[in-house]
């Protein structure tokens, strides 16, 4: 299967500062990548969809000011956090598009990365 | 509003039952994927089902995606304790995807 990676694995910061988070399709080059965050015991929540060379689209309710989104190639995607406070600790997942055969894309997940603001 | 129903929520079962999770919408999808997510972990895809009515067999677990391609079923055969996790079926539509809200399966010996 294709493999998403995520850098870091989990960051532990101060409030006020600015974490990124990197995903990378490893083996595949992606058409669109996505940025979840998911909090404890519940479903992943949508924030933004990427897609490579342009803006990226944010769902409703997510501050794209708050949440920066690069998508710089076709294989990294990065999510920056700016002004961390402790509201935004969560479990952030990335994932990758592959196209597949008649059309089919599949979603691929990186492990996730886990961010604690003090 | 949300897209994709799933049920049930939560699920505690004894090891060596059998159970079914579904996934149910109003909406018509060109694929529908299943996930399992371990704690602390990202979601690991099972399976991606595209044809109406297609049956597909993942050792286990049967997968099962409706004729009008709107709803689909997880069946698992003789659960064991590695099967305990979170389920996700997610439906493609254009290039977005639509996440159900999941099924929490614990599996006790």
């Known amino acids: 299967g294709a493999v998403v990676s995520q850098h870091p694995s989990w960051v532990i910061c101060k409030s006020g500062t600015s974490v990124k988070i990197e995903c990378r399709s490893l083996?595949?080059?992606?058409?669109?990548m996505f940025w979840y965050r998911q909090f404890p015991k519940q479903s992943l929540m949508l924030m933004a969809t990427?897609?490579?060379?342009?803006?990226?689209?944010?769902e409703q309710g997510v501050e794209k000011d708050k949440f920066l989104i690069n998508h710089a190639s076709l294989t990294l995607s990065t999510l920056t956090v700016t002004s961390a406070h402790p509201e935004d600790s969560s479990f952030y997942i990335c994932?990758?598009?592959?196209?597949?055969?008649?059309?089919?894309?599949?979603?691929?997940f990186g492990p996730g990365t886990r961010l604690t603001v003090l | 509003t949300q897209l994709l129903e799933q049920s049930p929520q939560f699920l505690s079962i004894q090891e060596g039952e059998n159970l079914t999770v579904y996934c149910n919408s109003s909406?018509?999808?060109?694929?529908l994927q299943w996930y399992r997510q371990e704690p602390g972990e990202g979601p690991v895809l099972l399976v991606t089902?595209?044809?109406?009515?297609e049956v597909k067999k993942l050792k286990r677990l049967t997968f099962q995606f409706g004729d009008a391609r709107k709803d689909s079923s997880l069946h698992i055969t003789a659960a064991q304790p590695g099967d305990t996790g979170l389920y996700l079926c997610?439906?493609?539509?254009?290039?977005?995807?639509?996440f159900g809200p999941g099924t929490r399966l614990s599996v006790l010996p």
């Open positions: 083996d595949f080059q992606a058409t669109t």
């Open positions: 909406s018509v999808f060109s694929s």
């Open positions: 997610a439906g493609a539509r254009w290039q977005n995807f639509v």
């Open positions: 994932s990758a598009t592959r196209p597949g055969l008649a059309g089919v894309d599949t979603q691929y």
């Open positions: 990427s897609n490579e060379g342009s803006k990226a689209t944010y």
């Open positions: 089902v595209v044809t109406g009515g």
